[in-house]
Every structure is written in structure tokens, then in C-alpha cells.
């Protein structure tokens, strides 16, 4: 088996894992409908592709070598998840339904809103950078250049943004059960918990 795909089938593993790009992404289709949901996921996708790019650059490296820059970045991090959290369960405790549009059971979001929260979720979550730089060198060897490097990364990219995109076809395939605002408001609640424990996990790190 070549390297190649041995990172293939790490990177689908990888992407498999649920995460806050998961969740946020299974969130937004949920309140929002499928468009809502795939403009998230291209936010998400599109800051998973800067990371990467950073990381194969070397400029990764960098930023995660300048402390003040990478602890900023972290609780960053920390700040935007908690908020993130705090919003979900507060929309998820109201009971008239306001937080979705009359008449079609949807959150009225603007496209460019939901493409910057996937965007900034991801974007500010340093484990994002931290594991490029520590796995793509495992798999590329030493006398590879630049493109190789590339390759690598992005390939690590749309391997996630295949597995977001399943994540939003499977919830929007589901709206039946998804048109009840109990179901709704209960999504809402799981969704402010798991991303205050992603939070908290960040914050925490040694």
C-alpha cells in the first residue's frame, strides 16, 4: 500500500471523528436547511485549506513557534466555542419558536454569516494547525518539496469537506423529523453542550 493512501484512510478516519466543524455544520442544516448547512461547511472548508496551506508553507510553523501569536489563537479559540455554546442552549431554552422563521420552521441566516461562523470555527481552533504540522511530515518524505507537501494538505482538506457534506445530506434527508421544534430545540441543546466541553478541553490544555 503506498504512502499516499495509508494517508487517505488516516484522513477519512480522521475526518470521521465528530469535532465543533461537525457539529456546528449538523447544527446549521438542522436549524437552518441544507443551504444553510453547505454554505457552513465551504466556511469550514475553506479555513481547513488556509491551515493547510500555512502548515505546508512552513509559515505554520512559525506561528505555532511565536507563543503569544499561538496562545492568542487559542483562546480565540476558546472564546468563539464557549460563545458558540452559549448561543445554541439559549436558542434551545426558547419556547416561541422565534429563533426560527414563521412559516417555514428555519432560521433566517444570511449566507455570509454562515459561511463566517464555519469559517471562524474552524480557523480559530489551533489543534486544527498543530496536527498538520505534526502529520504531514510523517507521511512526505524528507526530500519532497512544496507541491508534495500541498497535495498532502489539501487532500487532508477535501477528505473533511466530503464527510461534511455527507453530514449535511443525511440531516437534510432527515427533515421530516427535523420540522418539530422539540426535535430542533433538543439538537440546539446537545449541540451549546458539546461545543462548551470542546470549550473547556481547549482551555485546559496543557
Known sequence: MS???????????????????????LRATVVGGRRRGVVTAAG???????????????????????EPVFLA??????????????????????????????????????????FRQGFVCNITNPKVLAFNLAVLPQFVGAGEGLPALLAYALTLVAIGAV???????????????????????????????VMLGFATALATEA
Open 163 to 193: 464527510v461534511l457534506g455527507i453530514v449535511v445530506w443525511i440531516a437534510a434527508k432527515a427533515s421530516g423529523a427535523l420540522v418539530r421544534p422539540t426535535f430542533r430545540r433538543g439538537v440546539d441543546g446537545v449541540t451549546g453542550v
Open 44 to 66: 469550514i472548508t475553506t479555513a481547513g485549506a488556509v491551515q493547510g496551506v500555512l502548515a505546508a508553507t512552513g509559515l505554520g510553523a512559525v506561528l505555532a513557534a511565536a
Open 73 to 114: 489563537v487559542r483562546w480565540a479559540g476558546v472564546a468563539y466555542l464557549t460563545w458558540l455554546g452559549v448561543s445554541a442552549i439559549r436558542d434551545a431554552l426558547r419556547r416561541d419558536g422565534s429563533v426560527w422563521a414563521v412559516g417555514e420552521g428555519k432560521a433566517t441566516v444570511r449566507d455570509r454569516t454562515a
Open 3 to 25: 504512502t499516499y493512501v495509508s494517508f487517505v484512510l488516516f484522513a477519512a478516519l480522521l475526518a470521521m471523528a465528530p469535532g465543533p466543524d461537525t457539529f456546528l455544520t
